[in-house]
């Protein structure tokens, strides 16, 4: 069969999406390539067909077991002979895969990168005839990623044992950054690079600043959606169960979904959801990556995702039928403030630095008032035009807006006359007249500027500067030092006039002491936390707060890390603490996930 016959007969369709077939020639070709294409885009497709039409087995590395067994399950339905060696599988289940790999009796084998770095299965592969791997999820290689994952990182190894086996490698975003680093990390020789758009047409992206709890935010929206499969991701586990519970009383079918559950329970609200026995899952983030349903209809966050690479992601499993779908995004100034503070006790490293970075995009993201998807695709690095009717902010252009030319002339003028050389903090507190000893020092108390701009709190400016940034009127250099741009100047010299949402200036700052971020953290897990910490303690013979405080386990029991990237988001945990101490409680809380 040639490529249209294959598709028609394995997959049912008549016809290629968009970049599919060129995806396809390349592998056919035998040519190394990276493919960034949207969560919806036919990914798989890409692989699982010339697959079918080359000799041997394909090797496929996917980091989530359950992502692996439903494409197993869908490909094995269509009549293509795949299989997946896991944890899942028993000694003998393992052995009857093996004999038929060797046997030339499977096409596809999905595998995880922990397996693929094993001596013994390495050795057994280099019997098989491969004729090419694939790296899905691809963006998990990078330190740069918002899912690094310390096993991918090992997959370089992989030109090194099949030097002459190309790779193919898929991912749904990646930044410049992490593109680069998938590339040169799997030694990639003169790859492909294909990218697809990343607007997705029939999305709908809507976000509001949360009120109170988000409830009554929450049933308003699910109240049209009503008896149409979705997920809404919520930061803890206890706030999944919480909004489950709360839905179910509300009339909604709805389960919790989350990493501490009991295997069996995670399984039937998995099963119950793609079958459609019920509407809708409340997770946390590690149940998408798993998910291969298409008839989503919609996604909320009930709080602020950390990156705009995780956001998109996520948003990015509704509507992969190419029907109608809709996304909310409910946010508050909390949020930003928690992530925050996880993030200032790291070490000094630029890891920090990015981190603190993809909070203020996905801050600004959630504030602004231009095209959501023109704002996703420009931070990937593509340019599309305003969707027009895609986002709440095309829908509603003109919605209470004021005129804030002239506050926005003080703040550039604020930025010049400091030598355009300081962060914005410090440009701001000059504006607003700030007595600290540097602006004294530096004589920026002389100038014409400052305290000219009292009447508006700090939240307030800094909601105007991101209201600059998203024009493009200043820029961010090394350093996170602003400076003006073209559009800038023009509006500087009043030749461009600057609006401005008025709920956005209806700012008040959050008081971190309101903050209770440990309500609802794991009592059981932090207790297991806590015996293990007591072992390291009394082995090393110093008291348990040094080896991690209260803190720094509670958080533990609510995020439960995977991944050393992961560890370093925690409060209090550092390069040097994880050296020490990371590993034993990455083993403890893969082994909770796993009981």
């Not at 027009?388 to 807006?401: A, V």
């Amino acid at each position: 069969m040639n490529k249209l016959e294959t598709l028609q007969h394995y997959f049912g369709h008549e016809s290629f999406r968009e970049q599919q077939e060129e995806v396809i020639d390349a592998i056919l070709n035998h040519q190394d390539l990276l493919m960034i294409l949207p969560t919806g885009g036919g990914k798989s497709l890409c692989y699982q067909l010339p697959s079918l039409l080359m000799s041997g087995v394909t090797v496929v590395i996917s980091p989530l077991l359950a992502l692996m067994h439903d494409q197993v399950v869908a490909l094995k339905n269509s009549g293509i002979p795949s299989a997946m060696l896991s944890s899942m599988q028993t000694k003998e289940e393992s052995r009857q895969i093996e004999q038929e790999l060797l046997q030339n009796k499977i096409k596809l084998l999905y595998v995880a990168p922990e397996r693929l770095m094993n001596d013994y299965f390495l050795n057994f592969l280099l019997k098989l005839n491969i004729n090419f791997f694939v790296v899905d999820e691809a963006h998990c290689v990078s330190e740069w990623g918002h899912e690094f994952r310390e096993h991918y990182r090992m997959l370089s190894q992989l030109k090194i044992s099949f030097p002459n086996t190309t790779i193919s490698a898929f991912t749904a975003t990646a930044t410049q950054a992490v593109q680069e680093d998938i590339l040169n990390n799997l030694n990639l020789q003169n790859p492909k690079v294909i990218k697809g758009s990343l607007f997705r047409k029939n999305l709908t992206i809507t976000a509001q600043h949360r009120q109170s709890d988000g409830r009554k935010q929450l049933i308003s929206f699910l109240t049209e959606h009503k008896n149409e499969a979705g997920i809404v991701y919520a930061f803890s586990r206890k706030q999944t169960e919480s909004t489950a519970s709360y839905l179910k009383k509300q009339g909604f079918k709805a389960e919790a979904y989350h990493a501490g559950l009991a295997t069996d329970v995670k399984n039937r609200v998995f099963a119950d959801f793609v079958a459609d026995e019920i509407d809708i899952v409340v997770a946390t983030i590690a149940f998408g990556m798993g998910i291969d349903k298409s008839n989503i209809r919609f996604v909320v966050h009930i709080n602020m995702p950390k990156t705009l690479e995780n956001y998109y992601q996520e948003i990015g499993r509704a509507g992969r039928d190419g029907l109608e779908a809709t996304t909310l995004l409910l946010f508050a100034t909390v949020d930003i403030v928690q992530q925050k503070s996880f993030i200032e006790a790291l070490p000094d490293s630029p890891y920090k630095k990015s981190a603190f970075e993809k909070i203020n995009t996905i801050s600004r993201f959630a504030n602004s008032e231009s095209c959501r998807h023109k704002q996703i695709a420009t931070y990937f690095e593509e340019y599309i035009e305003p969707c027009n009717d895609k986002c709440d902010n095309c829908l509603n252009p003109d919605k209470n807006s004021i005129d804030i030319t002239q506050e926005a002339q003080k703040l550039l003028s604020t930025i010049f006359r400091t030598k355009q050389a300081f962060g914005i903090h410090y440009v701001i507190d000059v504006l607003r007249g700030s007595e600290e000893q540097r602006i004294l020092t530096n004589g920026h108390d002389q100038l014409s500027v400052y305290g000219i701009g009292k009447e508006y709190t700090k939240a307030q400016w800094l909601s105007i500067t991101d209201k600059l940034l998203e024009l493009g009127a200043v820029g961010i250099g090394e350093y996170r030092v602003y400076h003006l741009t073209k559009r800038g100047v023009a509006i500087l010299k009043g030749e461009q006039r600057v609006t401005i949402r008025e709920e956005r200036l209806v700012v008040t700052k959050a008081k971190k002491k309101k903050v209770k971020q440990f309500d609802d953290y794991e009592v059981d897990i932090f207790d297991k936390l806590r015996v293990l910490r007591k072992e390291i303690a009394t082995q090393n013979r110093v008291p348990p707060y040094v080896v991690f405080s209260d803190k720094t386990l509670k958080e533990l029991s609510n995020v439960m890390p995977t991944t050393k990237a992961e560890m370093l988001d925690i409060h209090g945990i550092g390069e040097v603490k994880f050296e020490r101490y990371g590993q034993a409680f990455l083993k403890l809380i893969e082994e909770i996930n796993n009981g």
